[in-house]
């Protein structure tokens, strides 16, 4: 999968779907956030878009 494949996918329109709990959302960023760390650019920027986007929709504890 490339990267343009990624943000095809999250751009891609349709309902929001509740299936995550706050923790499994938390881990999901913090994982994203090491992949981020990666010396993979386009991984980087696509664990990069994907956190950014998690994290404006996890409410403050």
């Known amino acids: 999968m490339t990267l343009d494949d990624i943000e ?3 751009d891609e329109p349709g309902d929001r779907l ?4 706050h923790g499994e ?13 990666r010396d993979d650019d386009q991984l980087k920027r696509a664990a990069l878009t994907l ?4 994290e404006t929709r996890l409410p403050m504890p």
Do not use: E, F, K, N
């Open 51 to 54: 956190q950014a986007r998690l």
């Open 25 to 37: 959302a938390g881990a999901l960023v913090a994982l994203l956030g090491r992949l981020a760390a």
């Open 18 to 21: 509740p299936l995550l709990t």
């Open 8 to 10: 095809d996918l999250l």
